[in-house]
């Protein structure tokens, strides 16, 4: 029997810490703070994040509508521009998606090419779920006081599988306290261009969600994709409603403060 000799243990498992932010266009023309609040969150977990200046749209509103051609060539810059980096993080579980799920399929006559899509998706995250479940997150330093209530956003629910990390995380917001909807995984009704295709059932949609926030008596309503929460925002100012629409990183990274998406006037109607 050999003593003193012990067997080699395993590397340890570092995680990426160059991360390159995919901003979304959402964000980019509508809600800078989301990009901003992203990179403090993972800047704050220890992560050197660069923003590719040539970035562009993921593509998805040309993959929805059918148009393949359109979006394989948005993929192949989306790709070219975000080599190189050891994770790709964005604020949208749509746009997430997108990237992680959608992106090979569209390459299927250039194996090259496929093999480049396959690494962008295996490096690609939606924000909440990359701070938790890769970065080891379990708490923030921010503060909020009142009620609020969570939408969990089709994409990132269902083809990422967010949905407790933006929860623990909220748990750790001093002040602020959760309260759920009866049905916050049923969709909003915005869906991309479904929206704009079938306004009538997307409004319909929407005002379901719109009575089931309010059901809840939240002062606020967070979610991770900012295309649901500007669609919600819109039916509940139509609705005269005072709940402030916040993306989830801009709470988590300290910038509840900020006027609710729709508000420009500084703050909740009272």
């Known amino acids: 029997m050999v003593t003193g000799v012990s067997s080699p243990l395993p590397d ?46 993921c593509g998805q509103p040309a993959y929805n509508s059918g148009d393949r051609a359109t979006t394989r060539a948005i993929a192949k810059q989306v790709i070219e521009t975000f080599e190189g980096y050891e994770a790709v993080v964005a ?13 090979a399929g569209l390459f299927d006559d250039d194996p090259a090419m496929k093999v480049r899509a396959e690494d962008l998706a295996g490096r690609s995250h939606e924000l909440i ?33 967010v949905k407790q990390q933006p929860r623990r995380l909220l748990e750790s917001v001093g002040g602020l306290s959760l309260r759920e909807m009866q049905m916050p995984e049923v969709c909003c009704g915005f869906g991309g261009t479904f929206c704009v ?3 009538e059932i997307s409004n319909a949609m929407v005002g379901e969600k719109s009575a089931d926030i309010a059901a809840t008596g939240a002062s606020v ?45 500084g703050g909740e109607r009272s």
């Open 221 to 265: 309503l967070l979610a991770g994709d900012l295309g649901c929460l500007m669609n919600m925002a819109g039916k509940l100012q139509r609705e005269g409603s005072p709940v402030a629409v916040r993306h989830v990183a801009e709470v988590l990274a300290g910038m509840g403060d900020l006027p609710g998406i729709g508000q420009p006037d």
């Open 129 to 161: 779920s990359f701070l938790v479940d890769v970065l080891g997150v379990k708490k923030v330093a921010a503060r909020l006081d009142g009620i609020a209530t969570y939408h969990d956003a089709c994409s990132g629910l269902r083809e990422l599988g």
């Open 91 to 103: 604020p949208s579980g749509s746009c997430g998606g997108m990237l992680a799920h959608h992106y």
């Open 12 to 57: 340890p498992v570092v995680p990426p810490r160059r991360v390159a932010l995919f901003v979304t266009c959402l964000v980019d023309l509508f809600r800078p703070s989301v990009g901003f609040a992203a990179i403090k969150l993972l800047e704050d977990a220890g992560c050197v994040v660069e923003v590719p200046p040539l970035q562009v749209c």
């Open 197 to 199: 295709k079938y306004p």
